[in-house]
């Protein structure tokens, strides 16, 4: 009879641990600081998973537009790049505010070179939505990969995200 109520008390504690083993992937764990770094619910999320420094800056698209033009013809080239890129040290973002599209969007020069490029332009916009640092990097500054017109690498470390948008208020 006692071999009876062990194999009865056994099998639920079995049961139990199993269900707790398969329920602790899914358990909600407080984020932990690493290496002194804040957790991901801190009020900058994105500066938490960057570890970069996001710079934004607002420019005219004339004033602009010879190096929005030759970042759009390397776009094949950069998108390689955004493709392997895990770390940056600075992350700047240059607004082209009067290319937004509540300003009528792009200049017929820029345009015309997005088009031309449109392929290009849309496979390296898909790989910066893929790439977790450079997505946080512009959701953090509320840009969408959409408004995103070309990106130039200026040196190890550095990119520099041209769009055609307005900076959050």
Excluded: C, W
């Excluded at 200049?107 to 450079?134: G, S, T």
């Amino acid at each position: 009879m006692a071999d009876t109520v062990r194999t009865k008390i056994a099998i639920p504690a079995k049961a139990v641990a199993a269900l707790l083993v398969a329920a602790a992937p899914h358990a909600a764990f407080p984020a932990q600081p690493v290496d002194g770094k804040p957790p991901l619910d801190s009020n900058k999320p994105g500066a938490a998973i960057v570890d970069s420094d996001i710079r934004q800056e607002e420019a005219l698209s004339k004033t602009e537009a010879g190096k929005v033009i030759t970042a759009i013809d390397r776009t094949r080239d950069n998108i390689g790049t955004v493709r392997k890129t895990t770390k940056l040290d600075t992350v700047d973002i240059v607004f082209l505010t009067d290319a937004a599209r509540s300003e009528g969007g792009p200049p017929p020069v820029i345009e015309d070179k997005v088009e031309q490029h449109k392929d290009d332009v849309a496979e390296l916009r898909q790989e910066i939505e893929a790439n977790a640092l450079l997505f946080n990097a512009i959701d953090s500054r509320r840009l969408l990969a959409e408004d995103v017109l070309a990106v130039e690498f200026d040196n190890p470390g550095k990119i520099v995200i041209y769009a055609a948008a307005k900076p959050p208020k």
